[in-house]
């Protein structure tokens, strides 16, 4: 393969045809994790060049598909990285239920298959109905969202292998998953969850005064100059008090650290400050 960094204006044509046609703006990723992942695909389906793999995604949709997929990274799990989650689930969901708003609005912000989604919504059901009335839960909605369609589709039909379910603690698994796998997600989780489309660099935040927003294992991609700004746009969605998590490696840049308090800063669990 010849193409690399040399060919610097073949790579750029190729991130744009990207863009143009995908709506996947590449200038905000990291470049480095873009070329390497551009470069697995194209040694997959042997192109020579930048050139040549652009004319092979005109011809083959699904290769552009398989970029896309490669480039989004949707590795993720249902409770990944326990020890938030049980963060979470001991002291944010609690807290946000006591507040006594009429309306509760989440936002898992990059969701991916929508592990991340589901996890939230059992956290919050099984939370309420140890300490609620079911009415109450109507005034819940939990929106996940993502850049990848594929993966949007998964999220709606939330049926998971058992692997995906190595760190979700088993009584939770079992109450709120079918027992035969693939495992799908009860009714009453499937009820409280909304999946949309939403490019995190390009599009609104959710409407409304968001009381939790979630976005793990995402910023970790994007060059340090799309991080601030989409930083600045959780903190106006949240509503006063809000919390933000984000993943386990990620943390607040400079400047950002004055618009959040850290609640958790171990467990990267954050809330709107002001
Ligand atoms: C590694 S997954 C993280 C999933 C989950 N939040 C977790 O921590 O397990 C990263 C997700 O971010 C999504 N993503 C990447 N760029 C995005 C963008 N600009 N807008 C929305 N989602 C994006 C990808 O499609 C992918 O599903």
Not at 177 to 202: N, Q
Request: hydrophobic letters at 45%.
């Amino acid at each position: 393969m010849t193409a690399g960094p040399v060919d610097e204006a073949g790579f750029r044509a190729l991130t744009q045809k990207i863009a143009a046609e995908r709506g996947f703006s590449c200038a905000n990723y990291k470049d480095g994790c873009l070329r390497r992942r551009i470069a697995v695909r194209m040694r997959a389906r042997d192109a020579a060049d930048f050139a040549a793999y652009s004319l092979l995604l005109d011809r083959d949709p699904a290769e552009f598909d398989a970029l896309i997929d490669t480039l989004t990274i949707n590795v993720t799990k249902l409770y990944r990285d326990a020890s938030v989650w049980d963060m979470v689930g001991s002291t944010v969901v609690p807290a946000l239920w006591q507040q006594g708003q009429r309306q509760l609005t989440v936002w898992s912000a990059g969701c991916s298959s929508g592990e991340e989604l589901y996890t939230l919504a059992a956290l919050f059901h099984a939370h309420a109905m140890r300490t609620l009335t079911e009415p109450q839960l109507q005034t819940l909605r939990i929106i996940g969202s993502d850049i990848d369609r594929a993966s949007l589709e998964a999220a709606r039909r939330g049926a998971y292998a058992p692997e995906a379910f190595s760190e979700m603690p088993a009584p939770l698994k079992a109450r709120y998953f079918s027992a035969e796998a693939p495992h799908v997600a009860a009714p009453e989780l499937k009820a409280l969850v909304d999946v949309e489309r939403r490019d995190l660099l390009r599009d609104p935040a959710p409407a409304g005064g968001l009381n939790l927003i979630t976005c793990r294992n995402v910023v970790i991609y994007f060059g340090r100059e799309s991080q601030e700004p989409l930083m600045r746009k959780f903190h106006d969605a949240l509503a006063p008090g809000g919390y933000l998590v984000l993943g386990k490696v990620e943390t607040l840049l400079g400047p950002l650290r004055s618009l959040f308090e850290a609640v958790d800063a171990r467990q990267r669990i954050f809330r709107r400050a002001a």
